[in-house]
């Protein structure tokens, strides 16, 4: 299926989005490649509206979130900060458009697919997916803090929950790179590829997985994020919860 625009038709839309595998597979596009698919409001907005339209898309089961051109992403565009009319308007704007709680919580499993630069808020789109593989041109950072800001698309959760909290502590407080093989042996990157091979992998991989019930991995999704936020006793009980509710519906 052709790519289709999401929010807006400008000539060149921030997102794309079509689906594939018979509708069981969305691939999210991000589309700035002028500027290493730079982060700013039409992208956010065009986001957003994908995210929901996954979401709400009883067929589909996987999404694989990927950038057009030479990079992944490259983090906030600069350009553009400062630019509201009033940080309040700012702050109710993203209170309204809430993109990383809707990417985090989508109770469809996500991949994402990354290449060159994984930079910033770009970064941390990769760590807000179920799964990520990489390309082996991949290179991360998290230079906000070297920006005088904190990362602000998730990257102090996620990063401490994925690696532990050392480890995540050189990297936000130095935003120094790392390279792909250095990603997957933190365990940032379950998989390395080829730049050739990354945008087929990620498909191969989505379409292993899409066969597997709406209604499991919602649960699966529900316990291992819940559980992240409980001591050992709550988690297993969580656990037991959503198993049996599964039962209850013939899912398990």
Known sequence: MSSRPVAGACQEPAVLLH??????????SLNRPRVLNAYGIEMRDALYEALLAVRDDPEVRVMVLRGNGPAFGSGGDLREFGSAPSPYAARSTRWRRDVWGALWSLPKITVAAVHGFVVGGGFEMALLCDHCIAARDARFRLPETGLGMIPGVGGTQTLPR??????AADLVLTGRWL?????????????VVAPARLR??????????????PALVAALKRAVGDGLEMDVDAGLACERRLAAALETRGCA
């Open 179 to 191: 390279d792909a093989g250095e990603a997957r042996r933190l365990g940032i990157v379950a998989r």
């Open 19 to 28: 689906k594939e595998d018979g509708g069981r597979v969305a691939v999210v």
């Open 200 to 213: 087929g992998a990620a498909r191969a991989w989505a379409r292993r997985v899409a066969g597997l019930d």
């Open 162 to 167: 994925l690696i532990g909290a050392g480890r």
